[in-house]
């Protein structure tokens, strides 16, 4: 999976995981500690959410059905063991969290995240294509700059907004002055970019197009919509 991804189901998870009724789902059971003495008799697989996060931490998912299929795993072996006991309260419980993030992932427009590299790839090569021949703004206005500076401390782009980003991009590159900022935004944004002398027009690696980058142009172009 691409960093942008990474970044996305990190943050997804910090969120996620600070809901009250998650702090059952943090650590793997303890049988003696949480009085569940046959639960990996039961339970094969287990599965947690501290567990979850730190195989995304260390890039042990290779794709995000991987990640998804393990966390949807966390609160059907809780349906699984406590149905076995009787237990409907817990069960109960695991149905709305696993219905709870369910209903969030598909908030991304994407039911299982199995499609996210391929249509985040797909937006940023076609924004990409929309700005690599552009010319580049010398200068950079006070608004562009405070773009800039609030880009830096925001979190990465919502899959689903880029698209959404792209068109209002397609709008804005139109209009001279508003095409201008937004290759300021870039020259300011991405150090790896090169200028060359003579055309003055920038050379776009998209797969370098960082997250400050897409910040900032996100509220740029939010702007005017």
Same mark, same amino acid.
């Given at each position: 999976?691409?960093?942008?991804?990474?970044?996305?189901?990190?943050?997804?998870?910090?969120?996620?995981?600070?809901?009250? =009724? #998650?702090?059952?789902?943090?650590? %793997?059971?303890?049988?003696?500690? *949480?009085?569940?003495?046959? &639960?990996? @008799?039961? !339970? /094969?697989?287990?599965?947690?959410?501290?567990?979850?996060?730190?195989?995304? =931490? #260390?890039?042990?998912?290779?794709? %995000?059905?991987?990640?998804?299929? *393990?966390?949807?795993?966390? &609160?059907? @072996?809780? !349906? /699984?063991?406590?149905?076995?006991?009787?237990?409907?309260?817990?069960?109960?419980?695991?149905?709305?969290?696993?219905?709870?993030?369910?209903d969030l992932a598909s908030q991304y427009n994407y039911?299982?995240?199995?499609?996210?590299?391929?249509?985040?790839?797909?937006?940023?090569?076609?924004?990409?294509?929309?700005?690599?021949?552009?010319?580049?703004?010398?200068?950079?206005?006070?608004?562009?700059?405070?773009?800039?500076?609030?880009?830096?401390?925001?979190?990465?782009?919502?899959?689903?907004?880029?698209?959404?980003?792209?068109?209002?991009?397609?709008?804005?590159?139109?209009?001279?002055?508003?095409?201008?900022?937004?290759?300021?935004?870039?020259?300011?944004?991405?150090?790896?970019?090169?200028?060359?002398?003579?055309?003055?027009?920038?050379?776009?690696?998209?797969?370098?197009?960082?997250?400050?980058?897409?910040?900032?142009?996100?509220?740029?172009?939010?702007?005017?919509?």
């Amino acid at each position: 999976m691409t960093v942008n991804v990474w970044e996305l189901i990190t943050n997804f998870m910090t969120i996620f995981n600070e809901g009250p =009724l #998650n702090k059952a789902f943090l650590n %793997p059971v303890d049988p003696e500690k *949480d009085q569940l003495s046959d &639960y990996y @008799n039961i !339970i /094969t697989q287990p599965m947690d959410l501290t567990t979850v996060k730190n195989k995304v =931490l #260390n890039r042990e998912y290779k794709t %995000p059905d991987q990640w998804y299929n *393990d966390m949807c795993l966390i &609160y059907q @072996n809780a !349906i /699984t063991y406590h149905s076995s006991k009787n237990n409907q309260h817990w069960c109960d419980i695991a149905a709305f969290l696993l219905k709870d993030f369910k209903d969030l992932a598909s908030q991304y427009n994407y039911a299982t995240l199995s499609d996210w590299n391929s249509i985040y790839t797909a937006e940023m090569k076609k924004l990409g294509q929309l700005l690599e021949k552009s010319s580049v703004a010398q200068g950079i206005d006070d608004f562009v700059s405070g773009c800039v500076k609030r880009a830096e401390k925001m979190q990465p782009i919502p899959p689903q907004d880029v698209p959404i980003m792209v068109k209002s991009l397609e709008t804005c590159l139109e209009d001279p002055e508003k095409k201008r900022c937004i290759l300021a935004i870039l020259k300011k944004t991405q150090k790896n970019l090169t200028a060359e002398k003579e055309t003055d027009t920038l050379t776009i690696n998209i797969a370098e197009l960082n997250n400050n980058s897409l910040n900032a142009l996100n509220l740029y172009v939010r702007s005017f919509t």
